[in-house]
T-cell receptor
């Protein structure tokens, strides 16, 4: 597609439930990134996929967080047993080369109640 | 997670004024980038800097890559209402970007 697409745009979930967030990168972009942005904060790196290489998971805050990507297409970020501190905007970005910066999606706003 | 120190945190200025914000790090970066985020949107790339000492302009925006490679600044000249938003610096670390804490800019007519 023309840009990075994320769904849903908003998600309200009950504490303890699992959620799945989806990202459709720009076609042909080999790199895909997930970031978390808490209210009034900067962007916190979560995970990075590059082609078929093993993902860089160094930013995942706990084992409740996981992400998958099939080839160079869609990625899914899963948060299990959600907690209130998981409330944030989750941003996905894709890039043909990190050297030239990323293109971000509009994000998924997750609210855990 | 790791973040860059960005200042000021917020700015309230009048239309037509010039704006300056900066970003510092304890680490050396090979690439610095500046992004702008509008409400409800993802950040959009404004300027990319690839060489220490480099000064780059994009319209009313000017950014510099510090000589030490540990800092960068962004200037906006003659601000207009649509400059409102959050500005983030980012430094490249291996294959990922580390983002600053953001500067929230408000422009009053």
């Amino acid at each position: 597609g023309a840009g990075v697409s994320q769904s849903p745009s908003n998600k309200v979930t009950e504490k303890g439930k699992d959620v799945e967030l989806r990202c459709d990168p720009i076609s042909g972009h080999t790199a895909l990134y997930w970031y978390r942005q808490r209210l009034g904060q900067g962007l916190e790196f979560l995970i990075y996929f590059q082609g078929n290489s093993a993902p860089d998971k160094s930013g995942l805050p706990s084992d409740r967080f996981s992400a998958e990507r099939t080839g160079e297409s869609v990625s899914t970020l899963t948060i299990q047993r959600t907690q209130q501190e998981d409330s944030a905007v989750y941003l996905c970005a894709s890039s043909s080369s990190s050297f030239y910066g990323y293109t971000f999606g509009s994000g998924t706003r997750l609210t855990v109640v | 997670g790791q973040q860059l120190n960005q200042s000021p945190q917020s700015m309230f200025i009048q239309e037509g004024e010039d704006v300056s914000m900066n970003c510092t790090s304890s680490s050396i970066f090979n690439t610095w980038l500046w992004y702008k985020q509008d409400p409800g949107e993802g950040p959009v790339l404004l300027i990319a800097l690839y060489k220490a000492g480099e000064l780059t302009s994009n319209g009313r925006l000017t950014a510099q890559f510090g000589i030490t490679r540990k800092d960068s600044f962004l200037n906006i000249s003659a601000s207009i209402p649509s400059d409102v938003g959050i500005y983030f610096c980012a430094g490249q670390l291996a294959d990922k970007l580390i983002f600053g804490t953001g500067t929230r800019l408000q422009v009053f007519p």
